[in-house]
Nanobody, 127 residues
Framework: QVQLQESGGGLVQAGGSLRLSCAASDRILSRYTMAWFRQAPGKEREFLAAISWTGINKYSAGSVKDRFTISRDNNENMVYLQMNSLKPEDTAIYYC????????????????????WGMGTQVTVSS
């Protein structure tokens, strides 16, 4: 079965930056829209950003659009999330996920529309 694995989380001061990485186990995921979500304790899973299989089309949540940037490298089976100007309220477990259907054009933000998930990486922002 195809798998996703996040990395790059950790402890950072408010105002700092982190770059999260998501490694795919199979090249087949290069044909799927990929997305980043996060979930804090006591809260529902929150959509952050998504990128099409070509890397040209992107969409993101308005709350982080000016601070977070998604990108991908299909040759290396990788997806990234660059996070700048981090705030304590960004503290959460961050997940990457792939859409359920190949070459989707819906720009969905619903977790149920994504079928393959990583185990998550913890991001903690202090102060």
């Amino acid at each position: 079965q195809v798998q996703l694995q996040e990395s790059g989380g950790g402890l950072v001061q408010a105002g700092g930056s982190l770059r999260l990485s998501c490694a795919a186990s199979d090249r087949i995921l290069s044909r799927y829209t990929m997305a980043w979500f996060r979930q804090a304790p006591g809260k529902e899973r929150e959509f952050l950003a998504a990128i099409s299989w070509t890397g040209i089309n992107k969409y993101s949540a308005g709350s982080v659009k000016d601070r977070f940037t998604i990108s991908r490298d299909n040759n290396e089976n990788m997806v990234y999330l660059q996070m700048n100007s981090l705030k304590p309220e960004d503290t959460a477990i961050y997940y990457c996920a792939s859409h359920r259907y190949m070459e989707d054009y819906s720009q969905t933000t619903r977790p149920a529309d994504f079928g393959v998930w990583g185990m998550g990486t913890q991001v903690t922002v202090s102060s």
